[in-house]
């Protein structure tokens, strides 16, 4: 008899919204990563690309993806390096991730007000 996939992983069934989220914010973290890590020592230290990729990579290495955001919170370089990816980008992207944040921000206000688990 084979093991069910856990009901949280992104091997069960339809993703659901929360399991997207759970990529998105690896895509995130990869994307800050490889920006700080291109630009070298001059504007970012190694510790701040470096501390991201052990607190979300080492959980990555888990049977499942589930609650990567909770992983993010102690990740906090990407903040400060995503902000300077924003800070360089066209009005258009800054715009675009704005409106992307609030949709998001919709949808988990409404899992969380029905109830369901959104870390």
């Known amino acids: ?3 069910q996939p856990d009901p949280g ?3 069960s069934g339809n993703p659901r919204p929360v399991k997207v989220l759970d990529l998105v914010v690896v895509a995130v973290v ?3 990563v490889v920006y ?3 630009r070298g020592s001059s504007r970012w230290p190694y510790e701040a690309w470096f501390l ?3 607190v979300v990579g080492v959980p990555l290495c888990g049977p499942c993806l589930s609650s990567m955001n909770r992983f993010l ?3 906090w370089p990407v ?5 300077e990816i924003l800070g360089r980008s066209p009005r258009i992207v ?3 991730w704005c409106a992307a944040s609030v949709v998001l921000a919709v949808v988990l206000a409404r899992y969380w007000a029905h109830g369901d688990f959104i870390a």
């Open 9 to 11: 992983s992104l091997k």
């Open 52 to 54: 991201p990729v052990v």
């Open 36 to 38: 700080a890590a291109r």
């Open 1 to 3: 008899m084979s093991p």
């Open 94 to 96: 800054r715009l675009a």
């Open 79 to 83: 903040f400060s390096i995503g902000s």
């Open 73 to 75: 919170l102690s990740a």
């Open 30 to 32: 990869v994307v800050c």
